[in-house]
């Protein structure tokens, strides 16, 4: 008996501790609600901020293409009136004149006619009002660039290293925290490898180019090293994206269309500017200074002066054309308005059955490859544009490796009549 009230005492203790435990399951449980929820509505709070500076930089942007769009319609306003006064002048001198060829009395009618004939009106005259083409294009690649840096920067947080989940933002600043004893020994593996991963994250464009990334107690490396290391970094960042399938290549497409102020008067833009032939002959194109002038050219209306650009150029008759990128500085009449015969410009052409790509003056011949599309890659921070054949696997024609020093326009080149170029 003795035994068994002990027992009950003690199953009396642990039913009192097991209630206790649960309470403080429940406890936490309520907790853990509490604070999942209050750390929702923080990151809630964090997105509608970013929502709200992103419209703000929305309305901004769109005010300027407003404010610009109304500058050239006051223009077209007051220019109309002009010509409308200009017609009721000529109207009332026809009235005038009519009238006089009327008149019986002779005497009057040669008073008349001498005063209608000093009257004279000069034709109209329609002068040349455009829109701000460098604000336009500035204004547009302001939005593309906003819209690729949020795109890498949730790319980037999707990503998993191998050692763990930290976010390569937060690597990089743990990294400028290193402790005195990684900074003192600047050749310790974890050092090294934090460099490489950071080294990566500067070529994908995550930090602006210029910042200094490790602590300045670092022993520098020699020049040589860094140019070897910086050239090793560049080739696997190519290979990487020469391995890539094309539906990861699509993320980083750019809708171009073709710039009219600079076609040639013989290259034909149609199909919403996305299209481009020769005409046998001239177009009368209105005049304006960035115009090729001597060869069959056309830029690209969007200009890229930094993250990574993709797009496909269909070549339906490839016998004779041009598909590159050059700098908005680009001669546009003389010889070094020729695409690839400059040092602002790179480029791959077609010639028969010869394939070559050029640069500064200087031809490279290639291998034959067939295709009808070309993928252009392009990387501003990495310094490099990549020309391949689409297909089910893509095959690299030709890679350009330099550091851009200005923003970059997609650039083509037709040569004869027959040759049609088409954007994806």
Known sequence: QSTLKKKLTELHSQSERAARAMSTVKTNQSQAAEAASRKKDLIRSEFSEIKALIEERENQTLKVIADEEKRVCNKFDYIYGVLGSKKNEIQSLRDQIEMALTEDDDILFLKRAAALQRMSTKDAFVPVIEMDQNLIHSTYQSAINLKDTVKLSVTLCREKKAEGTVSLGELAFSTLAL???????????????????????????FFPAGLTLFSSVDTAPATG?????AAVSTKELIDSFLKKPREELLQYAANITLDYNTAHNKVILSERYTRMSVSDTPLNYNYHPQ???DCSQVLGFQCFKRGIHYWEVELQ???????????????????????????SSWCIEWFNSKISCWHNDVEKCLPNVKTTKVGVLLHCEGGFVIFMAVGEKHNLIYKFKTQFTEALYPAFWLFSSGTVLSLC
Do not use: V, W
Request: aromatic share 4%; hydrophobic share 25%; net charge positive.
């Open 179 to 205: 402790s005195s004893n990684e900074a003192s020994s600047p050749s310790s593996p974890t050092i090294i490898k934090k460099k490489k991963i950071l080294q990566q994250i500067h070529m994908q464009g």
């Open 225 to 229: 090293t860094l140019n070897a290391a």
């Open 291 to 293: 115009r090729f002038t």
């Open 317 to 343: 008759q490839n016998n004779f054309c041009g598909i590159g990128i050059c700098y908005g500085s680009m001669d546009r009449q003389g010889p070094e308005s020729r695409l690839g015969r400059n040092s």
